[in-house]
């Protein structure tokens, strides 16, 4: 069946380090993943998604990195700060255009 | 454009209760959502709305019934509310662009609590 899931809940790094949050997935027939944040009493926040024809993306200090023949999905958060402590999820389309099922999530701390 | 709005943000009710969460969304989506949100777990979905004039169940539909009232608005409505369906419920909506899939948007939430 669909499930996402992660590897670490948390994640504490120090200010300026990289982080690196992973994901994995078992629907091999998922094809769109989608990156969120959620800082606390909020909704989530969209920071990437990428598409299953592609192997990496690259934002603004954000990076995806998708590895379908492991189903694996991770985040890469370059010079990392302080106000990017929150927690991160991932979300899949399955075999669904209207569909996301999400990960638990892992909490990153940046710390000062 | 204030992107997908729910109301209210925070509700207290009675075991047996009954209330409807309301969400609007102002960005033209066919598609719209109710998840839930439990200490330490992801976003579970309960129902979605492909498209106008159309609901399916989600992960976790017991206890809940939707309606799509229109293009922009997707109501949840809880019956007889149990402790059980204490959460924080999410609104979300999104399109497909070119026929591929995009990101779906939420709103801040509702924090519901049953006692």
């Known amino acids: 069946g669909e499930s996402v899931g992660l590897h670490l809940p948390t994640l504490s790094v120090q200010e300026g380090d990289n982080s690196i949050i992973n994901c994995a997935y078992s629907n091999s027939a998922s094809d769109y993943f989608i990156w969120y944040k959620q800082e606390s009493g909020k909704g989530p926040q969209f920071i990437i998604d990428?598409?299953?024809?592609?192997d990496k993306r690259q934002g603004q200090r954000v990076t995806v990195l998708l590895n379908k023949t492991v189903k694996h999905l991770s985040l890469q958060i370059a010079a990392t700060q302080p106000g990017d402590s929150a927690v991160y999820f991932c979300?899949?389309?399955?075999?669904?255009?209207?569909?996301?099922?999400f990960g638990k999530g892992t909490l990153l701390t940046v710390n000062p | 454009n204030a992107g997908v709005t729910q109301t209210p943000k925070f509700q207290v009710l009675k075991t047996g209760q009954s209330m409807t969460l309301q969400c609007a969304q102002d960005?033209?989506?066919?598609?719209m959502y109710w998840y839930r949100q439990d200490p330490g777990m992801g976003l579970r979905l309960i129902y979605y709305?492909?498209?106008?004039?159309?609901?399916d169940k989600g992960e976790v539909p017991n206890g809940y019934n939707v309606s799509r009232l229109n293009k922009r608005e997707f109501s949840l409505r809880l019956e007889s509310a149990a402790p059980s369906q204490t959460s924080v419920y999410f609104c979300?909506?999104?399109?497909?662009?070119?026929?591929?899939?995009?990101?779906?948007?939420f709103g801040q939430g509702t924090r519901l609590t049953v006692v």
């Open positions: 960005m033209n989506h066919n598609s």
């Open positions: 990428i598409r299953s024809n592609m």
């Open positions: 709305s492909a498209s106008e004039g159309t609901t």
């Open positions: 979300a909506s999104r399109s497909l662009r070119q026929g591929q899939n995009t990101e779906a948007f």
């Open positions: 979300a899949e389309n399955g075999d669904s255009n209207y569909k996301l099922t």
